[in-house]
């Protein structure tokens, strides 16, 4: 079932009414899955940015949002298909994967989790190196932080080059395995979901996703 990232710039003076929007926004009666987010300019709670929003849909029809839309002064939204899944979200399996499809070109990664209230701090440490790390990653087209709230309720959203590219920072950078092979031992998660989808199309400003100016091989020029 396809899968689409929408993400919302509004102006300063509208914060309160978005903030009222996430609250009040209820599901479409088309949508299978949605979940309204605010977003951070990085991976950490001090990025917040409280003039971005997105939604993460799971529809088999396109989703209109026009509330958001008056909000908002620009807009994106990404077309997914998912490649992989693991974990849960709210105590659900949103993204059905048919593990047929592949993908030779550009690929998003999500993570989701519910932070232990207990671990929270240990994990919160844990993060910098990883972000620098992440920052430097060959491949890295784009990337924001994502969150359900300010604290407890963290994930991130990263476009890739392709497949290959987002393999290598995942499973050979250091810090990153690091903080991989200290999940099971330090048990900073009450759920947690990853997932990586095909990117099939982009539509509207790439700036709100935190891309780059030019990839590697100037992917930043190009449209999906």
């Given at each position: 079932?396809?899968?689409?990232?929408?993400?919302?710039?509004?102006?300063?003076?509208?914060?309160?009414?978005?903030?009222?929007?996430?609250?009040?926004?209820?599901?479409?009666?088309?949508?299978?899955?949605?979940?309204?987010?605010?977003?951070?300019?990085?991976?950490?709670?001090?990025?917040?940015?409280?003039?971005?929003?997105?939604?993460?849909?799971?529809?088999?029809?396109?989703?209109?949002?026009?509330?958001?839309?008056?909000?908002?002064?620009?807009?994106?939204?990404?077309?997914?298909?998912p490649l992989a899944s693991r974990g849960s979200w709210s105590g659900k399996t949103p993204f059905s994967v048919d593990k047929s499809r592949k993908s030779d070109g550009m690929v998003l990664a999500l993570t989701r989790a519910r932070l232990r209230p207990s671990r929270t701090l240990t994990f919160w440490r844990a993060i910098p190196p990883v972000v620098r790390e992440l920052d430097a990653a060959p491949g890295l087209l784009a990337g924001f932080g994502i969150g359900e709230a300010p604290i407890g309720w963290q994930g991130t959203v990263s476009v890739w080059r392709d497949g290959a590219d987002l393999t290598r920072f995942a499973y050979?950078?250091?810090?990153?395995?690091?903080?991989?092979?200290?999940?099971?031992?330090?048990?900073?998660?009450?759920?947690?979901?990853?997932?990586?989808?095909?990117?099939?199309?982009?539509?509207?400003?790439?700036?709100?996703?935190?891309?780059?100016?030019?990839?590697?091989?100037?992917?930043?020029?190009t449209e999906a």
């Open positions: 079932m396809p899968v689409t990232l929408h993400v919302w710039r509004v102006p300063r003076r509208r914060i309160g009414a978005a903030m009222l929007r996430i609250g009040l926004q209820r599901r479409p009666p088309a949508a299978r899955f949605v979940k309204f987010l605010g977003t951070g300019s990085g991976f950490e709670v001090k990025d917040a940015d409280l003039t971005r929003y997105a939604a993460v849909t799971v529809s088999d029809e396109p989703l209109a949002f026009p509330a958001w839309d008056r909000l908002a002064v620009q807009r994106a939204t990404v077309d997914l298909e050979r950078q250091p810090e990153h395995r690091a903080v991989i092979a200290r999940t099971p031992r330090d048990r900073w998660y009450a759920e947690e979901l990853f997932a990586r989808f095909a990117v099939r199309g982009i539509a509207g400003d790439r700036s709100l996703l935190g891309w780059r100016e030019e990839g590697p091989h100037g992917e930043g020029q």
